[in-house]
Nanobody, 115 residues
């Protein structure tokens, strides 16, 4: 059974940093792409960053220059390094993995940016 397990969320002050991890069951190369989404209270889920199998990355305009998505193939893990965090980054962050016929989601991890 495919599983994506996020970790690394928490409470951080504005300007601080967090690194989220998404551990995938099985070989990470079985996914055509992996991504991080977030959903703030009362808002729709939005794409934050994505990485395709060949390694190209893409980011939402709101996080460009602050967030970095990467992966460790040996650990079957995707990361989201978040720097210069702002209160508006507060949300539940979800890991998504896409295969040819299916899309998988993790359970989410809460990120709260507050002083």
């Amino acid at each position: 059974q495919v599983q994506l397990v996020e970790s690394g969320g928490g409470l951080v002050q504005p300007g601080g940093s967090l690194r989220l991890s998404c551990a995938a069951s099985g070989n990470i190369f079985s996914y055509s792409s992996m991504a991080w989404y977030r959903q703030a209270p009362g808002k729709q889920r939005e794409l934050v960053a994505s990485i395709i199998k060949l390694g190209s990355t893409d980011y939402a305009d709101s996080v460009k220059g602050r967030f970095t998505i990467s992966r460790d193939n040996g650990k079957n893990t995707v990361y989201l390094q978040m720097n210069s965090l702002k209160p508006e980054d507060t949300a539940v962050y979800y890991c998504q993995g896409r295969k040819v016929l299916s899309t998988y989601w993790g359970q989410g991890t809460q990120v709260t940016v507050s002083s």
